[in-house]
């Protein structure tokens, strides 16, 4: 009997997920997938939009003191040199400690590399790359947050194609984008933030410094082999820290769910080689981001300010592998376009509970400040994802209108930010007015995530939503 109410249950789910997506019409897919195909054609044009989606992932392993495994994990694929990599104040926390001892119990051999800099510079990058080329790895361990892990997989990426030139896999425009067509070494990654979800991703964030504004690079090929989720690496988590990052937990999770629905997107790549990790909003990524949603509905408030709630901690632990798994195949769009230049342009703004003397916005906070402005903006285009998201976050919805999603959701967004004390509007952070324009400008270049953006926008658009977000500063949240 369970036999078949399991496959009752997969029927029913399969059912759903073609209803909800609307599958496109024979006439839309490759002749060889067509019933009315004849072996006498000779040819197809391919269709303008894309027709398919592609789910790729790190694997995980969840749970307390996973992290002790990582040297048998190195072991078992016969690993003989490895580059560690973590950032040089995370030397003395207690998943590095266990991290290096598992290494050296299995006598294994290892260099490290701390010179890490939070929120990476294509300059910390190419330092990073040298010694990972100078030292003729076989694999690499990344302990730390987005920071560490990303630096990681460039290193990696770099390193077995010591021929590359840096902007060769750099998303274009701003790079050439080239596909990976190499083979990578064994990365396994161990997260000490509830954040980036980097342990799932084929994604590597930096900021360029000649552009004053963040990019990266983007293919499934950088994903970690595997992600050691320990959540005794979140007990030491400074508060800003876990609020930055759990708020960019939640906005991969928002911009993943209303992107751009991947079957819109175009023009479909010539070959499978070419589809980007980032395709727009799918339903297995949808079933990884509502749960993130709902997780943070939960436990976000409380992970940041009771660093001894090891239920919120843990659980916002797994909300970001949840997360990077949604937006690592859905994407993310408006608020992440914006934010790279937000942070690039940094003017004086030191953020509390980050180890640097230089001034920096973090990667969340960066994201968040523009996510109220942004969701009003594009709830026209999918009003029930918008309101499914409030929903998701603990708004009441029931009996509101379709035309009222965007303003549901952007309050349900001030009401979080107000909790967790994020600075008011871009004021706070040091802009201006006059420097809008700037921070448009370093905007449009970021296509890998703009073109997910569910409503087409123009430059003066853009210029409204930051607008509003600077003058209206004091009555965002």
């Known amino acids: 009997m369970s036999i078949f109410l399991g496959r009752d249950k997969i029927v029913r789910l399969m059912r759903t997920v073609s209803s909800k997506w609307n599958a496109q019409s024979p006439d839309h897919f490759p002749s060889l997938l067509r019933a009315d195909h004849h072996h006498h054609e000779t040819s197809t044009a391919p269709p303008e939009k894309e027709y398919a989606f592609e789910m790729a992932c790190s694997n995980i392993r969840y749970g307390e003191g996973v992290t ?3 040297g048998k994990d190195f072991k078992n694929l016969h690993s003989k040199n490895i580059c560690v990599m973590t950032d040089k104040q995370l030397l003395d926390t207690v998943g590095v400690r266990m991290a290096l001892q598992s290494l050296d119990d299995e006598k294994l051999n290892y260099k490290l590399f701390t010179d890490i800099k939070v929120e990476p510079s294509d300059e910390s990058f ?24 990303d630096t990681c997989k460039a290193s990696n990426l770099y390193s077995t194609n010591p021929s590359a030139d840096f902007l060769d896999y750099v998303n274009a425009p701003i790079g050439k984008g080239l596909p990976v067509l190499h083979t990578l070494k064994p990365l396994i990654a161990i997260p000490t933030t509830a954040g980036t979800g980097s342990e799932t991703t084929g994604t590597a964030i930096f900021g360029l410094d000649k552009l004053r504004a963040k990019t990266g690079i983007a293919n499934r090929a950088l994903r970690p082999l595997i992600g050691l989720i320990d959540p005794l690496n979140m007990k030491t988590l400074p508060e800003r820290v876990a609020a930055w990052s759990g708020l960019d937990v939640l906005c991969h999770a928002l911009e993943s769910y209303t992107a751009l629905p991947y079957n819109e997107r175009s023009p479909r790549p010539a070959s499978p080689e070419l589809r980007p990790a980032y395709q727009g909003s799918n339903p297995i990524s949808d079933i990884w981001t509502e749960a993130a949603l709902q997780i943070c509905n939960k436990y976000l408030v409380r992970a940041v300010f009771d660093a001894d709630d090891m239920e919120a901690r843990s659980t916002m632990l797994l909300a970001s592998s949840y997360a990077g798994i949604g937006f690592g195949n859905a994407g993310v769009h408006l608020c992440h376009a914006m ?8 003017k004086d703004y030191q953020a509390k509970d980050y180890p640097t003397d230089n001034p920096i916005i973090p990667h969340g906070l960066s994201v ?19 309101l499914k998201s409030a929903a998701l976050l603990g708004a009441d919805i029931f009996g509101k209108k379709e035309s009222d999603a965007g303003a549901i959701l952007s309050d349900r967004l001030c009401s979080i930010m107000n909790d967790l004390k994020v600075p008011n509007g871009l004021e ?6 006059d420097d809008i324009p700037s921070i448009v400008k370093g905007t449009l270049p970021q296509h890998r995530v703009t073109k997910l953006s569910p409503v087409k926008h123009s430059d003066e658009e853009l210029d409204e939503i930051l607008t509003e977000i600077l003058q209206n500063s004091m009555t965002i949240y």
């Open 68 to 70: 002790c495994e990582v």
């Open 339 to 346: 934010s790279y230049p937000i942070a690039g342009l940094v």
């Open 428 to 433: 706070a952070l040091g802009y201006t007015k």
């Open 368 to 386: 968040v400040i523009t996510a109220p402005a942004v969701f009003r903006f594009t709830a026209t285009a999918c009003p029930e994802r918008h």
């Open 126 to 149: 190419k330092r990073a790359i040298d010694f990972a080329k100078d030292g003729n790895f076989d694999s690499f361990l990344a302990i730390g947050g987005g920071s560490v892990i």
